[in-house]
Structures are given as structure tokens and as C-alpha cells.
């Protein structure tokens, strides 16, 4: 959320800023997967405890909760808790998280039903199956008050990870014959370098951080101190919330020095400077960082409970060559994916698949857990995260 209206970058022009991405486009991506379920046949009555039959195989609810609970994470750890208040185009986060967890469970089933076919062994490391299943028992666990783990056992666990390795051997069956084509490589090589600026703009910033809450104590009644910049004594600051960064703002466009301001007005007690990375603060914030240009500072930013105003220190560009062999070893893996996916769907279609309405409808996420959690961690802003990076 940005505080001002404008967003226009200070001294030193006003470019055009990208287009943020809002918490849908985020997680848009669990859409993609969510629509095998939509057309198996639905079967009433709740006589067992099976949820989805794969050529017959029937599933039981448990084994299906542990995926579930893969896909809660990996909800909330792209979009918070908040995601689960998001709209899909009319369906719900829970239901879309659900129907993802069937789809990983199909991928998976389908692909141990069809290793034999493929020559592959199902023997598996069983001392690797021991300890995986071990931490994943243990890892379910914990969420025994966010979903129904009741059928969960550690037998079940093992069965699952000897799967998924199975899964894996099939995976590299099916897409180990791919060579990559080196001109449609080096297109798309240019053209992500072009359009994504994250992989060369590299970026050591300075923040002003203030508490957004109105109540917060100031910084007053402490001992003066020298202030490392101009020598003199650090004056009191007794301004509170947006009073206290509207006068830190004010006081950059008047040509104050940002490393003064940021000594006197900031809450953070460390003000070090930190590198950008992709894990910190959200889109709409890193793209209203990632374009300043060395010296330029932002507009007012709110985030996660705090005021924020960042100046970018330095400012270098990777050259493209250096960036060329991550951006291979991630483009043969996103084709090696296209030819698998192509395979799976293929037996998707082939395969008998039914699910259980009843229990399917019985399955739900205690989502109010994850939210009392997050507005408990609500203190822990990304000035401190930017003074771990900074440690790093």
C-alpha cells in the first residue's frame, strides 16, 4: 500500500513506474493446475473414507490431507494469510489450494501406476524413506489445528515420500531425452533480460523506517548524542507515526543530506545499508525501488505495519553474460516441465479418475489460525530484515 498518492521518484526525475502486481496476479499461477478436478465424475455418499479413485486406486482422505497441507504452505508462504481472503475469478482460496493438492496427488499417483511401462524401478532408497518421512510426519503434525490429521501416520508418511520418489525417476524418464534449442534459448535469454530487472539491476539502499502506529512512543527522553554527520548534538525527535516521516520527507526535498534525516527521523537503530534482494517486501514495493536510479529516493511507502522512505545508494548493472548460465539451467528445467506436463496430462486424460463428493466437501482449512499468527508477528517489519541482509 502506497501512503502518498504520487509515486513519482524525487530528485532526480519522474519515471513512469512498472505496473505493480496486486495479490492476484501473485497467485495466479495456482490457477493454472486447478482444473482437472472440474470434469471427474462426482460420487455421493460418505460409506468410506476414499476421496479420489485414480483407475480404481481408491485414496483415502488422510493420505490426501498430507498434500493439502503441501499446498497451504506454499499458499502462504507466496501470498500470507491474506491470500486466503482472495477471490479466483468466483472461487475461493481454499477451494483452489484443494483442488491443487488433488492435482499434485494425480501427478503423482499416475506416475507410479505408469513406471512399469516406462521401465522404471519402484525400489527406493528405504534409509532416505525413513528419515524424509520422519520430518514430514513431524512437519504435519503441527498443523493439527489447521486441518483434519487424524488418519496420519508415520506408515502413511513413508508411503507417500516412496512415492514421490517414484514420481521423481519417472519425471527424469520422461523428460531425459531433451536437448535445448540454442536460438530459441538465446531469444529468450534477451528478451528476459530486457523486461525483468531484477536479474541485472543490483541495488544497495538506505531506509528511513517509521511505526505506522499512531500510539507509538516516540524517541524522546533519551540522551543527546553527536550526531556522526554534522558534528553536532543529535536533536530530540517527539514526532509520532506519518507526522514523523512527513517531516523526514519534507526535509529531503529542502536538500537535506538522506544519511542526516535518516539519523535523526528513522525508529530503526540500525541504519545500515542493505542489497535488494527478491524475498524482501512485496512486488508493489520492490518495483517502486527498483526504479530509482542512483540517488534517487522514493516516495512514502506503507508496508507491513511501518512508514517507509528508501534512497538508493548505489546502483550497477549485471552484464548479461553472467547472468546467461543460471538463466539456461532454469529454461532447460521450465521445458523439461512442458514435455512432462504434456505427458501428464495425456494420462490424466486416459485415466479413470473419480472423486468422492461427499468427503471431498468434508475437507477444510482452518484459515483464522495462520491469521491470529501473522497480526501476532505484525512487529517484525522489513527494517529488520534489512538489517539481517545487511549482516549477511
Excluded: H
Aim: net charge negative; glycine share 6%.
Amino acid at each position: 500500500m502506497v501512503y502518498n498518492s504520487s509515486m513519482e521518484i524525487q530528485n532526480g526525475g519522474s519515471p513512469e513506474n512498472k505496473k505493480v502486481l496486486n495479490m492476484k496476479r501473485i497467485a495466479a499461477f495456482f490457477l493454472m493446475t486447478a482444473v482437472m478436478l472440474g470434469a471427474l465424475c462426482g460420487c455421493s455418499g460418505m460409506n468410506n473414507s476414499w476421496i479420489i479413485s485414480v483407475n480404481g486406486n481408491k485414496i483415502d482422505k488422510s493420505e490426501y490431507i498430507v498434500y493439502l497441507y503441501e499446498q497451504i504452505k506454499m499458499f502462504e508462504e507466496t501470498g500470507g494469510s491474506d491470500i486466503w481472503g482472495v477471490d479466483f475469478d468466483g472461487v475461493s482460496a481454499t477451494e483452489v489450494a484443494k483442488q491443487n493438492a488433488a492435482n499434485s496427488l494425480l501427478r503423482v499417483k499416475l506416475a507410479v501406476q505408469e513406471a512399469p511401462s516406462l521401465g522404471v524401478s519402484t525400489q527406493v532408497d528405504e534409509s532416505k524413506v525413513e528419515s524424509d518421512a520422519a520430518a514430514l510426519y513431524e512437519s504435519v503434525q503441527a498443523a493439527a489445528d489447521r486441518l483434519d490429521i487424524g488418519g496420519v501416520t508415520q506408515e502413511l508418511c513413508k508411503s507417500i515420500i516412496r512415492d514421490g520418489m517414484v514420481q521423481a525417476q519417472v519425471y527424469d524418464a520422461v523428460t531425459g531425452s531433451y536437448e535445448i534449442n540454442r536460438q530459441e534459448f538465446e531469444t529468450y535469454l534477451q528478451d528476459s533480460y530486457k523486461n525483468d530487472i531484477s536479474l541485472y539491476k543490483n541495488m544497495t539502499l538506505k531506509a528511513i523506517y517509521v511505526a505506522a502506529d499512531p500510539n507509538a512512543a516516540p524517541l524522546d527522553g533519551k540522551e543527546p548524542t553527536i550526531d556522526e554527520f554534522s558534528n553536532t548534538i543529535k536533536k530530540e525527535i517527539s514526532l509520532k507515526g506519518r507526522e514523523r516521516i512527513d517531516k523526514a520527507y519534507e526535509l529531503l526535498q529542502q536538500g537535506e543530506s538522506f544519511a542526516a534525516v535518516q539519523y535523526d527521523y528513522s525508529e530503526d537503530p540500525n541504519r545500515r545499508e542493505f542489497k535488494l534482494s527478491d524475498d524482501m517486501y512485496d512486488e508493489e514495493v520492490r518495483s517502486l525501488i527498483y526504479d530509482l536510479e542512483q540517488g534517487e529516493y522514493t516516495n512514502i511507502i506503507e508496508y507491513n505495519g511501518g512508514l517507509y522512505i528508501f534512497y538508493a545508494k548505489e546502483v550497477s548493472q549485471t552484464d548479461i553474460n553472467d547472468i546467461a548460465p543460471e538463466m539456461e539451467e532454469q529454461y532447460i528445467q521450465d521445458k523439461k516441465e512442458e514435455v512432462y506436463k504434456a505427458q501428464n496430462d495425456s494420462w490424466v486424460n486416459a485415466a479413470e479418475i473419480k472423486r468422492n463428493t461427499a468427503v471431498w466437501d468434508s475437507v477444510e482449512i482452518n484459515t483464522a489460525v495462520q491469521a491470529q499468527e501473522s497480526d501476532a508477528q505484525a512487529g517484525e517489519t522489513d527494517a529488520q530484515a534489512a538489517e539481517t541482509a545487511a549482516q549477511q
